[in-house]
Nanobody, 120 residues
């Protein structure tokens, strides 16, 4: 069973918007709220890079390239994080992966990836 269930990818024109969702299908609510969650992306021929992450206290961290355009949020009651992507650019085209950050006593997990394609 897939632990991190991603949805929301697709094809959009430059300047458009998409919202990605990632639901933790296996953690209980009280545990999910303690995890740092995030989104990474990997474009063809490039290394996987952090897009944004969100701590249990809801503080967020963004890559410089997406600041002001992307917003990451979490709904602990739904065990879900959301990445709102606005003003999309062709260079945002990549496979986007949901991530649960590992730590002491916490295993790291990755989603299966969802394709985002921005046409010019």
């Amino acid at each position: 069973q897939v632990r991190l269930v991603e949805s929301g990818g697709g094809l959009v024109q430059s300047g458009g918007s998409l919202r990605l969702s990632c639901r933790d299908s296996r953690s209980i609510y009280s545990s999910f709220s303690t995890y740092t969650m995030g989104w990474y992306r990997q474009a063809p021929g490039k290394q996987r890079e952090l897009v944004a992450d969100i701590d249990p206290d809801r503080s967020t961290n963004y890559a410089e390239s997406v600041k002001g355009r992307f917003t990451l949020s979490r709904d602990n009651s739904k065990k879900t994080i959301y990445l709102q992507m606005n003003s999309l650019k062709p260079e945002d085209t990549a496979v986007y992966y949901c991530n649960r950050k590992g730590g002491v006593g916490v295993d790291e997990y990755w989603g299966q990836g969802t394709q985002v394609t921005v046409s010019s």
